[in-house]
């Protein structure tokens, strides 16, 4: 089975754009979770969807918003990007929002604004 | 607010040895918490979970055990080999009533030497 697959992989982008990620879970899951990880530093909570709402986010500005389909897969949307936006963005997935569940991530999408 | 620490950032040690990485976090109403292994650039690969109200998860030379009243888990890697060179990332889950999203630490970088 595939796993979390997440698009481009790479991307460069000039300041001031716009930039569009892009995740799908792994078979069976309902559950994505957008992730931003800055060089040396830990992963960061963006945004939870499930069943294709909403069901949390992190302390990120209004520049960054997110939707999920009725495949259950997603689009991480960025605008006006900052050069400080450069990071690796990490999608994961997992069955359920409960707590209990697993989860499986991505292989991100390195995006650099230059 | 969640803050999960791992200390040291970085660890060097020769082919063989058993090593223990240490997590600590803040607030001990956590529903889980899962080990990641992070090769340079790339995803996150999950190692254990380990629900709350277990003691220990093994997989392989893998185990980490949870102390959640004192807000520790560790991973121990018995007989490191260089292929474990990688950055070991521990992460939270809060407790029902919150969005399943996971807090992270920075991670443990580290290196096993031939």
């Known amino acids: 089975d595939a796993g979390v697959t997440q698009s481009p992989t790479h991307l460069i982008k000039t300041r001031g754009q716009h930039v569009t990620l892009r995740c799908s879970p792994i078979s069976g899951h309902k559950s994505v979770s957008w992730y931003q990880q800055v060089l040396g530093q830990g992963p960061q909570f963006i945004f939870q969807y499930y069943e294709k709402e909403e069901r949390g986010r992190g302390n990120f500005p209004d520049r960054f918003s997110a939707r999920q389909f009725p495949n259950y897969s997603s689009e991480l949307n960025v605008n006006a990007l900052l050069l400080g936006d450069s990071a690796l963005y990490l999608c994961?997935?997992?069955?359920?929002?409960?707590?209990?569940?697993?989860?499986?991530f991505g292989q991100g999408t390195r995006l650099t604004v230059v | 607010k969640q803050e999960v620490t791992q200390i040291p950032a970085a660890l060097s040690v020769p082919e063989g040895e058993n090593l223990v990485l240490n997590c600590s976090f803040t607030?001990?109403?956590?529903?889980?918490l899962q080990w990641f292994r992070q090769d340079p650039g790339k995803g996150l690969t999950s190692l254990l979970l380990i629900q709350s109200s277990q003691r220990e998860q093994t997989s392989g030379r893998l185990n980490a055990s949870l102390d959640k009243s004192s807000g520790r888990s560790t991973l121990y890697i018995a007989a490191s080999q260089p292929g474990d060179s990688a950055t070991y990332l521990c992460?939270?889950?809060?407790?029902?009533?919150?969005?399943?999203?996971?807090?992270f630490g920075k991670g443990i970088t580290l290196s096993v030497r031939p």
């Open positions: 994961a997935s997992s069955k359920t929002v409960l707590s209990a569940t697993e989860a499986f």
């Open positions: 607030d001990s109403a956590i529903y889980n």
């Open positions: 992460a939270v889950k809060l407790s029902a009533g919150a969005n399943s999203k996971l807090t």
